[in-house]
């Protein structure tokens, strides 16, 4: 590949991806470091569109291939994920749900020292300016005051409040802002990204600074990190030092070369490889799945079911919107034009912990090629067990709590004949289980005695010096919760960490 000095580019920082971590990186290490250049990457476009249901659509979702999912009858089960400045951060449920405590305290524990609940927390807090509102009983201490991630509290719908009746009257605890203090269990109302009815993305970190260091190059695919041999016979030295990337153009495929003086770091996702030092790195996938319940309620509004049918939904031609409602579970025999007493309320159950391990493989020495993906959705019984007994207890919950045991028409679903059976319900979640997103794991933080480890604890990459893993692939456990919590705090965390080595160093 021939490069001119037209094509050629120098900056102190890479960040490769533009997503919810990285741009975070971007703009931390520009902020923190006045004197340096720092690039950000992003093969998506700038913006994400208004409409939610076309960011599946080709030039906005990596499309990724996915193998089918044996434990799941064989069904192929969809993986999307944003191709856009600010990632997933910009589509998804905008849920902020940390994880518990002992999450981080047992990665800590793994031989990963900086990464406890209580060395993570003020990186959790970075990020945020939280919104409190007069309803919610939230936890101040726990939520940051100047990030640019704006939170606040949902208003809960009123069949959420029966729901919520219903879960503290079969003993679970009520804990308001369980969410962000790292509580295991228990029920709450979750924070979202989101506040004044604006959703609150990771692209703000970059859109909201106005200096020239920082500079966004969007539209722009990377096809390799370029390495150069390092002096071997200083032992201190890693064999390898990453010293920039190769990329091209999306729009019209010209190549480019992008250098990078000080640091590399790779925030493109799960399934984008870094440098192989070390075997079987990619067979520690791991991703959360869900199952659906619908349960047929008594009392229903005009508008409940309305966005099935709204234009705005419904207006692009093709395989589209209608196809991503089926996707994630969503009941179809609900009726389009309903009269009471054929209302429903959806109950989703979520496995976050998975024993399986999914793998990401190469399909090709092309770097355009998607890679193969499989999530071994259900392929360990513990799993199935564990989801199984989840939807059964839920089942439970909504037919006999005080808030909803009045509103409820009959069980659910109807193959299922006792509630108590819990080989049916084995049998409903290898029918209706889906992904719930959030795949992590495939560049393991591990000290140097775990074979299966890509990073340390300082999210350096293995033998290659300038070159760092900045996103919830470096997780060795998933958290219980939601990803794009310590997605935001790992990019803080890293940020800071750059920052400090480069002091140290220079």
């Not at 390092?230 to 030295?237: A, P, Q, R, S, Y």
């Not at 049916?424 to 775990?450: E, L, S």
Request: with cysteine; hydrophobic share 35%.
């Amino acid at each position: 590949m021939a490069h001119t000095n037209e094509n050629i580019f120098n900056y102190d920082y890479v960040v490769i991806g533009g997503g919810t971590s990285g741009a975070v990186v971007a703009r931390r290490l520009a902020e923190g470091d006045a004197n340096s250049s720092v690039c950000l990457l992003e093969a998506g476009p700038s913006r994400m569109p208004g409409n939610w249901v076309l960011n599946k659509e080709k030039s906005h979702d990596w499309n990724y291939d996915i193998v089918a999912q044996k434990g799941c009858n064989n069904r192929i089960i969809n993986a999307p994920r944003a191709r856009f400045l600010g990632g997933c951060s910009a589509i998804n449920g905008t849920v902020l749900a940390r994880g518990a405590k002992a999450d981080y305290d047992r990665i800590a524990a793994m031989g990963n020292p900086g990464w406890s609940w209580e060395e993570m927390l003020p990186y959790f807090k970075a990020s945020e300016t939280f919104h409190p509102a007069e309803w919610h009983q939230s936890d101040l201490t726990v939520h940051g005051i100047s990030g640019p991630l704006h939170t606040e509290p949902y208003p809960p719908a009123p069949v959420s409040e029966k729901v919520l009746e219903s879960f503290i009257d079969c003993g679970f605890e009520y804990k308001p802002d369980m969410f962000v203090q790292g509580e295991y269990e228990g029920v709450g109302y979750p924070v979202r990204t989101a506040s004044k009815g604006i959703r609150s993305i990771s692209a703000d970190f970059v859109h909201q600074y106005e200096k020239v260091n920082l500079i966004v190059r969007t539209g722009v695919y990377v096809d390799r990190i370029i390495l150069e041999s390092n002096n071997i016979n200083n032992k201190e030295k890693r064999d390898y030092k990453a010293v920039g990337v190769e990329a091209h153009y999306d729009a019209n495929g010209q190549p480019i070369i992008i250098k990078a003086k000080k640091e590399i770091i790779l925030s493109a996702g799960y399934a984008v490889e870094t440098y192989n030092s070390i075997r079987g790195q990619f067979r520690t996938l791991q991703r959360k799945l869900l199952a659906l319940q619908s349960n047929p309620v008594r009392v229903v509004r005009p508008h409940l079911f309305s966005t099935y049918n709204s234009p705005m939904i419904l207006m692009h031609s093709g395989i589209g919107p209608a196809e991503h409602l089926v996707e994630m579970g969503i009941n179809y025999e609900v009726p389009q034009n309903p009269v009471e007493g054929e209302g429903g309320i959806d109950l989703y159950v979520l496995l976050c912990g998975p024993q399986a391990r999914g793998t990401v493989r190469l399909s090709s020495n092309d770097s355009t090629c998607k890679p193969i993906i499989d999530h071994a959705y259900l392929e360990n019984d513990v799993d199935v067990a564990v989801l199984a007994e989840g939807c059964r207890i839920g089942h439970e919950v909504l037919m006999k709590g005080r808030g909803t045991k009045n509103i409820i028409t009959d069980p659910w679903p109807k193959t299922i004949s006792h509630s108590m059976d819990l080989a049916a319900w084995k049998n409903h979640v290898r029918t209706v289980a889906t992904t719930c997103f959030h795949p992590c794991g495939t560049c393991k933080m591990a000290p140097n005695t775990d074979p299966m480890g890509v990073v340390d604890n300082r999210l350096r990459v293995r033998n290659v010096e300038g070159l760092r893993v900045a996103d919830v692939s470096i997780l060795p456990l998933i958290n219980n919760g939601h990803t794009q919590a310590p997605a935001y705090a790992i990019a803080e965390k890293v940020a800071h960490m750059v920052l400090q080595d480069t002091t140290v160093t220079c």
